[in-house]
T-cell receptor
Framework: DAGVIQSPRHEVTEMGQEVTLRCKPISGHNSLFWYRQTMMRGLELLIYFNNNVPIDDSGMPEDRFSAKMPNASFSTLKIQPSEPRDSAVYFC?????????????FGDGTRLSIL | GNSVTQMEGPVTLSEEAFLTINCTYTATGYPSLFWYVQYPGEGLQLLLKATKADDKGSNKGFEATYRKETTSFHLEKGSVQVSDSAVYFCALGRGTDKLIFGTGTRLQVFP
């Protein structure tokens, strides 16, 4: 079975540019999570969706970050304008809500470098 | 609030040594507990889980027992291999989809 698919795997862009990260969750999963991982701050939850609806975006760092989930099989995380401090690995994960104790399944991440 | 505390790394071991990575938690009620592993360049993968007190999760030679009396979920393996080198995350889940992760512990195993 296909896992969580993220694209691109690597992104290098200049400060001020718009960056869009994409995620396709596992088919049938109805919860989706965006995380950011850095050496300094570790793994941070940015936002999560249940049934395509944002539930908790308290981890989104600032207004430059936005996330959407237009349907059950696709989500985007957008940074506009990007800054060097946004450089990190961004992970998407999905899980099946409603069934107890279900784990999250992670994609391989997008490594973002802002120059 | 709910939280997870892991021992700081790196943990450095020789091949075939015994491994323990400590994890303690703070939570109301009866959370589920998880260990995830992250290999270089990859996302986190579920390693094992336990859903109630005294449950033992196990996978790939790793074990962890849910101890409510000590609020702990320590990860153990009797004989580590070089291929076990990775970052290990303890996590807590309580009735919601939002997991609380520890800060991760890096394990380095040398031949």
């Amino acid at each position: 079975d296909a896992g969580v698919i993220q694209s691109p795997r690597h992104e290098v862009t200049e400060m001020g540019q718009e960056v869009t990260l994409r995620c396709k969750p596992i088919s049938g999963h109805n919860s989706l999570f965006w995380y950011r991982q850095t050496m300094m701050r570790g793994l941070e939850l940015l936002i999560y969706f249940n049934n395509n609806v944002p539930i908790d975006d308290s981890g989104m760092p600032e207004d430059r970050f936005s996330a959407k989930m237009p349907n059950a099989s696709f989500s985007t995380l957008k940074i506009q304008p990007s800054e060097p401090r946004d450089s990190a690995v961004y992970f998407c994960a999905s899980s099946l809500q409603g069934a107890p104790n279900q784990p999250q399944h992670f994609g391989d991440g997008t490594r973002l470098s802002i120059l | 609030g709910n939280s997870v505390t892991q021992m700081e790394g790196p943990v450095t071991l020789s091949e075939e040594a015994f491994l323990t990575i400590n994890c303690t938690y703070t939570a109301t009620g009866y959370p589920s507990l998880f260990w995830y592993v992250q290999y270089p360049g990859e996302g986190l993968q579920l390693l094992l889980k336990a859903t109630k007190a005294d449950d033992k999760g196990s996978n790939k030679g790793f074990e962890a027992t849910y101890r409510k009396e000590t609020t702990s979920f320590h990860l153990e393996k009797g004989s580590v291999q070089v291929s076990d080198s990775a970052v290990y995350f303890c996590a807590l889940g309580r009735g919601t989809d939002k997991l609380i992760f520890g800060t991760g512990t890096r394990l380095q195993v040398f031949p």
